[in-house]
């Protein structure tokens, strides 16, 4: 039976997910609460990491030591920073970089890590069984970028864009990315749109989005762990 690792940013979709299994059993790593939940399928083990790179890297690297997860899915909410893409609309991660990496003085492309690279590719059979599910909006694949920075302004936004070829920008996932690259971890990010520079005429109180969020993400960590 598989072992799945799955980070949220918020509680709430944390919350909705567990809703999705029988069972639980809670254990207490490094002051992490970590909620592991089955099915027929699989054995998942749910925790809310926190915000930011350093804390969503720390949960990566705790469940694959504690847990020894066979993959990681990383799912939350992030920013549009594509005209193509709207509010409420579904981004899987084929690749990851990190926008605000910077070792350009030492003659390195924006977002390059030496030893890593510049992007780092979610595992391929997970993004395949990605393109099988089926969720009630817009799902597109491609370049998820992120940042300890949250990113308001349409021209930042406009620059990383075109700068990654980025589809949208948080601030986890590509933390998530390098600690499984480095641990040889199978790996994928998924993220809810919550926000669009290019839909100010669209706005959707955060509380109503969440609820939103929160029950894409179950019903695609449903189908998910169906198909692993």
Same mark, same amino acid.
């Given at each position: ?72 899915? $990383? +799912? ?5 920073? &594509?005209?193509? %893409?709207? @509010?409420? #609309?579904?981004?899987? =991660?084929? !690749? ?41 909006? $817009? +799902? ?5 970028? &992120?940042?300890? %920075?949250? @990113?308001? #302004?349409?021209?930042? =936004?406009? !620059? ?41 005429? $669209? ?26």
């Amino acid at each position: 039976m598989k072992k799945i690792g799955i980070i949220f940013a918020l509680k709430e979709e944390l919350d909705e997910t567990k809703k999705i299994f029988d069972n639980e059993i809670i254990h207490y790593k490094y002051n992490l609460k970590i909620y592991e939940c089955k099915n027929d399928k699989a054995v998942c083990y749910l925790v809310e990491s926190g915000m930011g790179k350093v804390n969503a890297a720390r949960s990566a690297q705790v469940l694959i030591d504690s847990m020894n997860v066979d993959c990681v899915l $990383n +799912v939350g909410v992030a920013g549009s920073i &594509s005209k193509e %893409i709207n @509010i409420c #609309d579904v981004v899987i =991660g084929e !690749k990851l970089v990190q926008h605000d990496f910077d070792f350009t003085l030492f003659n390195y492309e924006k977002g390059e890590i030496p030893g890593i690279g510049k992007y780092i590719n979610c595992d391929e059979r997970l993004v395949e069984i990605a393109k099988k599910i089926k969720i009630d909006t $817009n +799902v597109s694949f491609g370049v998820i970028s &992120s940042g300890d %920075i949250f @990113i308001s #302004d349409e021209n930042m =936004g406009a !620059k990383i864009n075109k700068k990654f070829n980025a589809l949208c920008v948080e601030m986890e996932g590509a933390a998530i990315a390098q600690v499984c690259y480095l641990c040889d971890v199978p790996f994928l990010v998924v993220r809810a749109i919550s926000d669009s520079p290019y839909e100010k005429d $669209n706005h959707i109180v955060f509380e109503d989005f969440l609820k939103i969020s929160s029950d894409m993400a179950a019903k695609f960590i449903s189908q998910f762990v169906d198909n692993i």
